[in-house]
């Protein structure tokens, strides 16, 4: 008799690969949020993108593509979260599903 609540099993070993190395579309939502600073400043807000992706690339992407500056930022609540200037909740969105890290099901865009 085997008590299934003793087994060891690994939760990290679902990679987000498949064999032929290419990464899926994540299981999770990600969330985009915006927030206001000081006047018209505006901080956009990226959490919850599977660690398969790395993170600083990704930003590094952002700054290139909508031309703004941005960073990753550890918060001890919801882990890493990426951090853009101004509002770019749209182009994050675009990006995301039209790279193929998450569907548009999967983002959920909190704001004004």
């Keep these: 008799m085997e008590i299934q609540n003793l087994t060891r099993q690994d939760p990290f070993a679902a990679d987000a690969t498949t064999n032929n190395d ?22 956009t807000t990226v959490q919850g993108i599977s660690f398969a992706y790395d993170q600083k690339k990704l930003v590094k992407a ?9 960073t990753v930022d550890t918060h001890p609540e919801y882990g890493e979260v990426m951090q ?23 983002l959920k865009v909190h704001g004004f």
């Design 22 to 43: 290419t990464p899926q579309i994540q299981q999770g939502l990600i969330h985009i949020r915006i927030q206001q600073r000081s006047g018209r400043k505006t901080l």
């Design 62 to 70: 952002f700054k290139r593509l909508f031309h703004c500056n941005g």
């Design 84 to 106: 853009l200037q101004g509002d770019q909740r749209q182009n994050v969105c675009e990006f995301l599903s039209k790279v193929g890290i998450a569907k548009m099901e999967q």
